[in-house]
């Protein structure tokens, strides 16, 4: 774990890095200058995609003994860094960071991945759910796993993975469905992990989406029942999408979470329920956004009092992010 530790300064120092310079640059020029901005800009966003790519194709290179640059299928790179800020409480220092980088390595083989990130339930979320208070995040350690996936002409894919999570070794089997039936759509994932000291950890993840006239109605949820926790974690939301015509959204969100991140005085779980506006747009191109969201949630631990937050986030894009 020590060299865990050590990736995770060298991964948090590259992001510190990367903000500094777009600080630096947009600190330089005129306001008034604007033009001279955009392309600068976009010079560094550049220089951070060829860094990113220069890494998966050294990563992929190992491979072979002849690397051929040329190949169409050749290494990618992509992934985001997303800088919040949480005030609630009182508490006006919250900050977090989440980051995750996926690199694409066909020549080890066309479905295989290297995947670093801080989020060890990144894949029990869908885009558009809420974590204002960071119900599943983590900071502590750093998660890298390898995965393997093949997909079906019916839509259905199946992930294997191995790797470090939650600072355990554990492995991973995961299918998905999908089922189109015209205004509604069916996501369903059901996965089994297996942990080296918690360890089984059976779940499923599900959406309904139905589309209305200009936007989208959905009801997801998520469970997962770790073998040395007493009960399933779970997540239960109902959503309003609202699409905007600048590559933003506004949604509506109303959730219930069972979490074991804060456990009582029994070893139990935590009920908690979330009420939240979510407003994402772009700062600049489709690589830069930020977000604000006001929220109220209710806590088990609190005897359910009303608790009123807010979330500022600034989320960068790399390489072709539309994959993730």
Not at 66 to 94: T, V
Not at 282 to 309: M, N, T
Request: proline content about 3%; overall charge neutral; aromatic content about 12%.
């Amino acid at each position: 774990m020590h060299q865990l530790q050590k990736l995770k300064i060298a991964v948090i120092a590259a992001c510190l890095l990367f903000t500094i310079t777009m600080s630096a640059i947009s600190q330089a020029q005129p306001k008034t200058d604007e033009k001279e901005l955009q392309p600068r800009i976009d010079i560094a966003q550049e220089n951070l995609n060829n860094v990113m790519q220069d890494t998966a194709l050294w990563l992929d290179a190992l491979a072979t003994a002849e690397h051929k640059k040329e190949d169409p299928n050749n290494a990618s790179a992509f992934g985001y860094l997303q800088l919040s800020w949480r005030p609630h409480r009182g508490d006006l220092d919250e900050l977090a960071a989440k980051f995750k980088v996926h690199f694409h390595l066909p020549q080890w083989s066309d479905r295989f991945a290297l995947i670093l990130d801080n989020d060890p339930e990144d894949e029990l979320q869908l885009d558009y759910e809420s974590d204002p208070e960071g119900y599943y995040q983590t900071n502590d350690d750093i998660n890298i796993a390898i995965q393997y996936f093949k997909a079906f002409p019916s839509g259905r894919r199946i992930k294997y993975r191995l790797g470090i999570s939650r600072g355990e070794l554990y492995s991973r089997a995961e299918t998905s469905f999908q089922w189109q039936h015209k205004r509604l759509s069916v996501n369903l994932a059901p996965r089994v992990d297996y942990f080296s000291e918690s360890g089984w950890g059976p779940g499923i993840k599900g959406a309904f989406t139905y589309s209305l006239k200009s936007s989208l109605l959905s009801l997801s949820a998520s469970l997962q029942k770790v073998e040395t926790e007493g009960k399933a974690r779970a997540k239960v939301g109902i959503y309003h999408i609202k699409n905007l015509k600048s590559n933003g959204f506004i949604i509506n969100g109303l959730e219930y979470n069972r979490d074991n991140k804060e456990l009582d005085l029994y070893n139990n779980h935590n009920d908690s329920f979330l009420a939240s506006l979510r407003y994402r747009n772009k700062i600049y191109k489709d690589w830069l956004h930020f977000e604000v969201e006001p929220y109220i949630s209710f806590k088990q631990q609190r005897d359910y009092k009303a608790e009123y937050g807010l979330n500022f986030s600034f989320i960068s894009y790399y390489g072709n992010h539309k994959k993730r």
